[in-house]
């Protein structure tokens, strides 16, 4: 049987003597189980979406950079454990949204992976979730141990 998703949502608002701001952070603990990361998502994107972030972004660019990172943390990260978990908080506010996942693997080095746009080997896939992230967002940043992924949009 699958663990459940957890989700926490916070909205923050500021004091009304600072600029009119409002945060939202939300929360999800996720399984180690590829027939969740649909619904996972379409969680976190339906939250975006409510927390002001807008349809094109929350529709596709979420849904695509969020599921290419989940999936990286169940097969690569995690490698399949059912006991490890991934979690995935998100952080919206004006002008920006960042998106970071984290599992409980070993972690590798973004830097060792081949660019596949110039691979040698038009079959191999290894690299490509990571490429398409790097194309969607503005930008992509990971903890040292190489077991994070944050991808941060700046929104207009």
Known sequence: MTTPLRLVVRRHETAPTQTDRRR???SVRVPTDLDVVEEA????????LASGVSPRDARFVVRVVL??????????GNRLDPSKEIDVN???EEGWLELCVTDE????DP???PD??????????RGRGLYLIRQLVDEVRFNDRGNAICMIMHRA
């Not at 998502?41 to 975006?48: G, I, N, S, T």
């Open 41 to 48: 998502v379409d969680l976190v994107a339906r939250h975006c």
């Open 90 to 92: 998100v952080q919206v």
């Open 111 to 113: 830097r060792a992976m």
């Open 116 to 125: 596949p746009t110039a691979a040698p080997d038009p079959e191999s896939d």
């Open 67 to 76: 599921c290419e990172a989940l999936a990286n943390a169940i097969l690569y």
């Open 105 to 108: 693997g070993q972690g590798f």
């Open 24 to 26: 939202v952070e939300i």
